[in-house]
């Protein structure tokens, strides 16, 4: 499902991956449960609204503790007893789906999007609109583009565009560099802990 911004809206306790898919679930493990209810959620600025729907404390509080601790902190931890290699495994696991689960929410633009876009451009800028081939070009060039970007990229060419043409590629790139920062701090936070898990999950200096 869709809201009016495009960004898709999808409910979320928790995530499970299966087969290569993701299924909803419930409930985590009661092991897992009960221990992340023991970690404090940390002082972290509020998510992206468009993320609120997939992000619930547990993430909050792994997001926090791989800040906190690091792989160096984790890996001393599991050593010394003080926490299991099963939930080691099981919080990267949660992370990993809850990573994957924010880019689902988050898709690139589409064709139509960018096509959209440049169809408004021509008309405001009364210029002739792009060729088929010319929308080709485009579409290679921003495929890779999150939808939430171009959006924002859109928003600062309409305020300060002023040639009588086209935006290029490179500038709805350049207009979205520093665009939603908020969206790209939070996706690199939740790939930074879930890295970190993962680096403690396989490290070589814990005993098997």
Known sequence: MEGQ???????????????GLYER???????????????????????????????NDSTRRLINLAFTKHAEGLIEDVKAGHLSLGL????????????????????????????????????????QRPTPEDLKLYVYALEDMPYYKFQAACKALLKRHK?????????FVEASADA???????????????SVFQLVAVSRRIPR
Not at 5 to 19: A, E, H, V
Not at 26 to 55: A, C, F, H, Y
Not at 182 to 189: E, G, P, V, W
């Open 5 to 19: 911004d495009g960004i898709k809206k999808n409910p979320r306790s928790s995530w499970k991956l299966t087969g």
């Open 163 to 171: 040639w009588p043409r086209l935006p290029v590629p490179a500038d």
């Open 180 to 194: 939603r920062d908020d969206i790209d701090s939070f996706m690199a936070n939740l790939n930074y802990a879930r």
């Open 88 to 127: 080691i495994k099981k919080s990267q696991q949660e992370l990993t789906t809850t990573f994957f689960a924010a880019k689902e929410v988050l898709p690139p633009v589409t064709k139509e999007k960018i096509a959209d876009a440049l169809n408004t451009f021509a008309k405001m800028l009364r210029c």
């Open 25 to 55: 679930k419930n409930e985590m493990s009661d092991e897992l449960n009960e221990w992340l209810s023991r970690l404090p959620t940390g002082v972290n600025d509020k998510e992206p609204i468009e993320l609120q729907s997939i992000i």
